[in-house]
């Protein structure tokens, strides 16, 4: 199984980023999908999550600015967001957890780099 992430890069804040996660297989093969986000010199923290039936879950901080949604045709997880300070800065990763012959398993994608500049 792999999670390939993409949509990161250079923003001025207040500007927007979509992040993509595209899996090897169908996304259903997972129970919760979700991004994750590392700071230089912090430990990585959950960004957003998104259950197979599309229940969605959102750290305090990512609330009013961040929507995670899925394409089941494209198995595909995305995270807009908006609004995006300074401090959004991280390198984000892709996360799945595996459901069903994938119970157990863990897998992450290779992360995406999200600047944004003051």
């Known amino acids: 199984v792999q999670l390939q992430a993409s949509g990161g890069g250079l923003v001025q804040s207040g500007g927007s980023l979509r992040l993509s996660c595209v899996a090897s297989?169908?996304?259903?093969?997972?129970?919760?999908m979700g991004w994750y986000r590392q700071a230089p010199g912090k430990e990585r923290e959950l960004v957003a999550s998104?259950?197979?039936?599309?229940?969605?879950n959102y750290a305090d901080f990512a609330k009013a600015q961040f929507t995670i949604s899925r394409d089941n045709a494209k198995d595909t997880v995305y995270l807009q967001m908006d609004s995006l300070k300074p401090e959004d800065t991280a390198v984000y990763y892709c996360?799945?957890?595996?459901?069903?012959?994938?119970?157990?398993?863990?897998?992450w994608g290779q992360g995406t780099l999200v600047t944004v500049s003051s």
């Open positions: 996360n799945a957890d595996g459901a069903g012959s994938l119970r157990g398993r863990i897998y």
């Open positions: 998104i259950t197979s039936g599309g229940v969605r």
């Open positions: 297989r169908s996304i259903f093969s997972f129970h919760v």
